[in-house]
């Protein structure tokens, strides 16, 4: 069962109120939302509700926005997909910093750039993710250093990305040939062993790994019966003879 939208496990009571109340649109819990963040990042929790309160709030105070937040806001988004969590979170930022550089029809301003730069390039990462290009998430990951310098301050973010992806594979097959799901999980050896038994606890056999049944990769047969009634077809024909010539 989904849990509502505005609810997050391991919210603190204070960010709560703050979230229910008035103060929620007070400049200065600004700062109580950007510790927060700082929080999630590091204890491997996530509060989609409360961030997109704190993006609200650098729209109305944009003298107290930090690019670091907002990039960080965006790599935790990632860790939650296919939600539509990053694209929430995008809507939320000034146009201007959502279009590239050499695109932009005016100058941004001081600062704007390096945050547009990460801002662009996530947004490749959420794009490959929601395409389910693993491989070339993966491979892009490791092509820019400015890629780790974003991921940095998220706390196991390739693991709970691996997570996603294994999550996504086992809603839909069986069975998968060990190569390729070691390109889309960007691991191979003893570490991938480790993960697929002791994190997914499926079983790698040879070049195959098999996934345990579930509800969602079942193969279920379907039996549509239709029971059409006399009055129905009287009632096209009907129609038919009633059309003008």
């Known amino acids: 069962m989904v849990g509502a939208f505005d609810h997050a496990p391991g919210r603190p009571e204070h960010i709560d109120s703050i979230l229910n109340g008035l103060d929620r649109y007070n400049p200065e819990s600004t700062a109580i939302f950007?510790?927060?963040v700082v929080q999630q990042c590091d204890e491997k929790f996530y509060d989609c509700y409360a961030n997109l309160a704190l993006l609200k709030l650098y729209q109305f105070n944009p003298p107290l926005t930090k690019d670091e937040t907002i990039t960080n806001i965006l790599v935790k988004s990632l860790t939650v997909f296919p939600g539509p969590d990053f694209s929430l979170a995008l809507h939320l930022l000034p146009p201007h910093i959502l279009t590239p550089a050499s695109t932009s029809s005016a100058l941004p301003a001081a600062g704007d750039a390096p945050l547009s730069e990460a801002v662009q390039k996530l947004n490749v990462l959420n794009n490959l993710l929601a395409q389910a290009s693993y491989a070339s998430f993966w491979s892009t990951l490791d092509?820019?250093?400015l890629y780790a310098d974003l991921i940095a301050d998220v706390s196991g973010f390739e693991e709970l990305i691996r997570v996603r992806i294994a999550l996504t594979i086992s809603q839909t097959v069986r069975e998968i040939q060990r190569p390729v799901l070691e390109s889309w999980l960007g691991m191979q050896g003893d570490a991938f062993t480790k993960f697929i038994n002791g994190v997914c606890?499926?079983?790698?056999d040879g070049s195959v790994v098999k996934?345990?049944?579930?509800?969602e990769n079942e193969a279920k047969s379907t039996i549509v019966q239709e029971n059409p009634k006399i009055e129905q077809f009287s009632r096209v024909i009907r129609r038919a003879y009633e059309?003008?010539?």
């Open 211 to 215: 996934i345990p049944l579930n509800k």
């Open 34 to 36: 950007q510790e927060y």
């Open 243 to 245: 059309q003008p010539a």
């Open 143 to 145: 092509s820019d250093d």
């Open 201 to 204: 606890g499926w079983e790698v």
